[in-house]
């Protein structure tokens, strides 16, 4: 699996122009926080997408409002397949990380039962960019890179064409 790592640590390095020290640094993310931290500030509109386990990639917008705590849609592929969709509260900790919080998350599956090949269960973020922290609800942990993060306030209209990409994702979701 070098080759992975080699192929992630390109495509963040050329999106979001981290050096490799960054990204194979030990995460300073509590591995045992995302979703579970304390909100004490709420989360910047933003969409972000989340490179993981080597075949899963999840896009995450952030809307706009809230005064603690902001809605976020998250959509994940894997395997370049729309998998799953389900709402996160997002929220900033008293550190600064930004977290997802999806525990018990109503789920959207894209594929039909019959053909779907497993069952999802909602995940949680800890994001420190470019570091990412995955946490189930049954506390099954995993790790990823973010690969692209488009701030509302500083691109308000590439933000507003990948939040209607999103919502158009998403369907009758929301």
Known sequence: ????LALIMAVSMA???YTAEDLTATPQ???????????????EAQYITVAWDGKN???ILIEEGGELTRVAYVVTY???EATVAYAANAYLDREGTLHLDARGAALRYFAPPEIRQFSWIPDSF????????ILDDHDQGS????QKRLSASAEPDIYREMRNWMLAQLG???
Do not use: C, K, Y
């Open 1 to 4: 699996m070098p080759w992975l």
């Open 15 to 17: 999106v979001g122009g």
């Open 29 to 43: 993310v509590n591995l045992r926080a995302p979703g579970r931290a304390e909100p004490v500030a709420a989360a």
């Open 57 to 59: 990639l999840t896009h």
């Open 78 to 80: 894997v395997a370049e």
């Open 126 to 133: 800890a994001i420190r960019q470019p570091q990412v922290e």
């Open 143 to 146: 790790q990823g890179v973010v």
């Open 172 to 174: 009758d979701f929301s």
